[in-house]
DNA sequence: TCTGGGTGCTACATTATCCGTAGCACCCAA
DNA sequence: TTGGGTGCTACGGATAATGTAGCACCCAGA
């Protein structure tokens, strides 16, 4: 699949906005948990794939493909990592973890 | 599909760690861009419909059902609503806006 | 040099998910 | 009671994800 480019939405997003782009490119599965394992540093791929503990190599390989053509990961002598603009964005996706446990918590309340 | 529930990943997360399943449930089309959508107020199946340009009716109704049962929207007299945990959700999606404007002109300088 | 094991990745069939369109039930106003 | 808007479901085809097998490459040891 193309990569969504920020103002040409490739998937059918909601306006074309940058904005929603990203919800396009980050929408896929595992693209944001890989990005998750790789804030902790380089990993190579079968790291990755230990760590994704159910990803299947070509999924892995698609997902790789599309966030280094995306600029957020890059290719190292230590394998797989984030660029600048890739630590950038996990430093957005780091405040998740502690909503996430409220989140948790809501939910074993109303079970 | 099943409901990712923090601490019981459904379609192979990770870890199975709470930030996980939000991964599971966010990384799903349109997931991002409806609570995005919602954050400008309630709306209705037809207003989603048309906000999120390309959704089919019946995917829309799927991602939907995974929100509502997450705990992040509800169905109000108004029609869909963010629930409180879910506008605290939005907060974090917040700050996406800004950075996709410094990926987009990243983007744009590489071609 | 020739195993043998680790790594990175591809191929392919199966399954799940998504999309597009059609259409039904309901409400309300004319 | 007809017509239009709304909320949603059904279904077939397209697309994406999964699971497994396996190939090419490198390097260490015999």
Redesign the pocket.
Known sequence: ??IPRPGKPV??SLSGTPVMAVFDLLG???AMGIIWNLSRGAA????L?TSCE????????????DLREAGLIE?TDD??ALTAIGEELFQLLKPFKEWSGKWADHIDQKN
Do not use: D, E, T
Request: net charge positive.
């Open positions: 699949m193309a998937r059918g896929r599965r595992w190579s791929f079968r790291n794939q159910s990803i299947s190599p070509s999924v892995l390989n698609s997902r790789l493909k290719l394998g797989y």
